[in-house]
């Protein structure tokens, strides 16, 4: 399955070949092999192109699926190995990277030793397709628009803040008003890698009636983003708690007018009862989210 993955990925043999470290023979032996296990033709072979058939792409998908699950039982072996009890799989979407998250993780550890908590890194789009595949328990996100089959719990709250680099105008104000900001170019997180943030800061700028100002440049992080502030390329707009890890001297920190409202950060899961291990998970969250104020 997994050379089949790879080859439905290259769609070529002898690239695949190269990635698997096999000669092209013995692989497209494999693949027929595969096939005829299956009964069905994976690939359309002609004029030395391949592509997929569709019973190809449906092949895939169940590959991606078996394998995962395969990961995940090896995975839950190996912890039962060093003795662990229980096992929780967490995503983490839009770059999160909360001192909130930091301190859950800590009491986790203090608090049930016995049950493994595996943070995954995944993207907004990942985190679904994850949750519904049984890939991960439940996902840390700031993205709100998902279907009627999962279910958000805010966990805490974060402030929207602004990365300004030295001697800018901006810098006169100690509460910046979101008017005041329009003005300027900015630098964002990229809307395709960190969906949450930046659908905060466009609907933010959406409820204030303002007009969608210049984009500077896209970032896919937090330190790009400080050091194109720095180098004067525009000012970034990101939650406090993500911005603030990164200091830079040439780049100051301003928040803005109470008028902003704060962003939340959720829990998302499936509509379907946690399980005992994913309650107590949750339930620390929240006294984390209450007692950690940013």
């Known amino acids: 399955m997994h050379y089949f993955l790879v080859v439905a990925e290259e769609l070529n043999f002898s690239r695949a070949a190269a990635r698997v470290h096999i000669e092209p023979s013995p692989l497209s032996r494999a693949i027929k092999e595969l096939e005829a296990e299956l009964g069905v033709c994976l690939f359309q ?17 169940e590959a991606h699926r078996m394998l995962t699950c395969m990961e995940g039982a090896r995975s839950r072996v190996h912890a039962a190995a060093r003795g662990y009890r229980g096992r929780l ?39 679904p397709r994850a949750l519904g595949n049984d890939q991960i328990d439940a996902a840390f996100t700031v993205h709100t ?11 805490w709250t974060d402030r929207p803040v602004i990365a300004i680099p030295k001697n800018h105008p901006l810098l006169s104000f100690e509460k910046i008003p979101p008017h005041e900001v329009a003005r300027h170019a900015l630098i964002l997180y990229h809307p395709e890698l960190c969906p949450g943030i930046y659908d905060i ?9 303002l007009p969608w100002p210049a984009i500077a440049e896209y970032v896919s992080g937090h330190e790009s983003m400080m050091m194109l502030v720095a180098a004067g390329y525009g000012i970034g707009l990101g939650l406090k708690s993500q911005i603030t ?17 704060s962003a939340e950060t959720f829990i998302t899961m499936l509509n379907k009862p946690p399980s005992e291990e994913l309650s107590r998970f949750i339930g620390r969250a929240l006294r984390v989210g209450k007692v950690v104020v940013v």
């Not at 072979?45 to 998908?61: K, Y």
């Not at 890890?245 to 409202?261: A, C, E, M, S």
Request: glycine share 6%; proline share 4%; charged share 35%.
């Open 201 to 209: 800061i466009r609907n933010g700028f959406f409820e204030h009636r």
């Open 45 to 61: 072979r002609a004029s030395g192109r391949i592509r997929l058939t569709w019973a190809g792409e449906v092949f895939r998908e």
């Open 145 to 155: 628009e998902l279907g009627d089959e999962f279910v958000n719990e805010v966990v």
């Open 89 to 127: 799989r967490i995503g983490l979407t839009d770059r999160l990277a909360q001192l909130q998250l930091t301190k859950l993780l800590a009491r986790c550890r203090e608090e049930e030793p016995l049950t493994e908590v595996k943070i995954i890194e995944m993207t907004t789009k990942e985190m």
């Open 245 to 261: 890890l990164y200091n830079h001297p040439d780049v100051i920190i301003r928040p803005f007018t109470d008028k902003v409202p």
